[in-house]
């Protein structure tokens, strides 16, 4: 008998030296702990309580020579182990059940943990994630370094992802030429929003828009959308140019440049006006494209909204080493198999119910299957 996360720890580098004293071997520690943070852990001590409640329910899987790790052992080991290592090993198994179903969408976004301080851009750990948006599956996963910035750490993480045929977004905090000539040299598009103070790019964008204009936007596509709900109104335009002429050398195989106007209602007051333009490779029409800069945001309210409320991430003081990170990348895989479980029910809920039912806890951790 095996559940799948016996063969994704498999070969995952043990940190700890070979000593008599090394009493529980690194699958079982890491498996307990994964299983913990389903079934509702938040901490080590929580992690290791629930190892020892469901010692008979592991005993087929699990060899637990010296029986359930203590909370202290948990601490020391995540803190020790390689965060990329273990966040690469989750990402294989989570892409390709994304193969199976056709992956498309990869948003690329960054999240802190406020009371885990660090000294990074923030003040505090900041990860940054890859996330498979139709298919709602973490994908991977780096923690900005010590002193580091999000911007320096998404070329590794991309590094660690297989893009072809991936269409990939991100905002405009990472912006930038390298990055989008990256994904490209990988197999990838990409859909990038133009950050407001790289006047030379803004510039030239707006240039195309205005000769677009002087020519009645003669062959750019054009799609409009309406959403309500809640008192809110939402219009949104958005214009595109493929080809575009005078745009800055270096922003690798640019088919369009896109203008989205959003204007927004709130109890029937105007509340809102926005325009953003975006960079893509991609030559599509604008309806669709819309739909990719929509999509994006589903990493905040499918994976950052749920990380906060149903894990309290934001809660978090994992501080010592790599804890911290390895923990967070836990929780990802956590709501990654909750999310995609057959349950009714919130989060909160399913991560109560894996903790309750036997069972459904082992449907959960079967939901993905490795190749």
Not at 10 to 31: C, F, G, M, Q, S
Not at 77 to 105: I, N, Q, Y
Not at 144 to 166: C, M, R, S
Request: glycine share 10%; aromatic share 8%; hydrophobic share 40%.
């Amino acid at each position: 008998m095996s559940i799948p996360l016996l063969a994704v720890f498999a070969d995952v580098p043990d940190p700890r030296r070979e000593t008599k004293n090394k009493l529980h071997e690194l699958v079982d520690i890491l498996t307990l702990a994964t299983c913990a943070v389903i079934a509702g852990a938040d901490g080590w001590d929580q992690v290791a309580a629930f190892g020892r409640a469901k010692q008979t329910l592991f005993a087929p899987y699990l060899r637990l020579p010296h029986g359930v790790p203590s909370p202290d052992t948990f601490e020391r080991v995540f803190a020790k182990l390689d965060p990329d290592a273990f966040a690469d090993r989750f990402g294989r198994w989570m892409a390709a059940a994304c193969e199976s179903t056709g992956l498309v969408h990869v948003a690329i976004d960054g999240k802190s943990a406020r009371r885990s301080t660090k000294n990074t851009f923030t003040g505090c750990l900041h990860l940054v994630e890859a996330w498979a948006v139709e298919n709602r599956l973490i994908l991977g996963q780096r923690s900005v370094p010590e002193g580091g910035h999000e911007i320096t750490t998404a070329p590794d993480l991309l590094g660690a992802l297989d893009l072809t045929g991936a269409v990939v977004t991100v905002d405009a905090a990472f912006c930038q030429k390298e990055l989008v000539s990256q994904i490209r040299t990988q197999g990838g598009h990409y859909v990038v929003c133009v950050k407001g103070n790289q006047k030379g790019l803004r510039g030239a964008v707006a240039e195309v828009f205005a000769r677009a204009g002087e020519d009645a936007f003669a062959g750019c596509d054009m799609g409009s959308a309406v959403e309500d709900g809640h008192g809110r109104e939402e219009e949104r335009y958005v214009t595109v140019v493929e080809d575009p002429e005078g745009l800055p050398s270096g922003w690798a195989d640019v088919g369009a440049v896109a203008l989205v106007c959003r204007e927004r209602v709130v109890n029937g007051k105007p509340n809102e006006s926005t325009a953003h333009y975006y960079l893509t490779s991609l030559r599509i029409g604008a309806v669709e494209l819309a739909g990719y800069i929509r999509n994006h945001w589903g990493i905040e309210n499918g994976l950052h909204w749920c990380l906060d409320i149903a894990f309290r991430e934001d809660d978090s003081r994992a501080r010592a080493g790599h804890a911290g990170a390895n923990l967070g990348m836990i929780r990802r895989v956590a709501l990654s198999l909750l999310q995609r479980a057959d349950t009714k029910g919130s989060i909160r809920t399913r991560r109560m119910k894996a903790a309750w039912d036997d069972q459904y806890l082992l449907k959960v951790l079967k939901i993905l299957t490795t190749k």
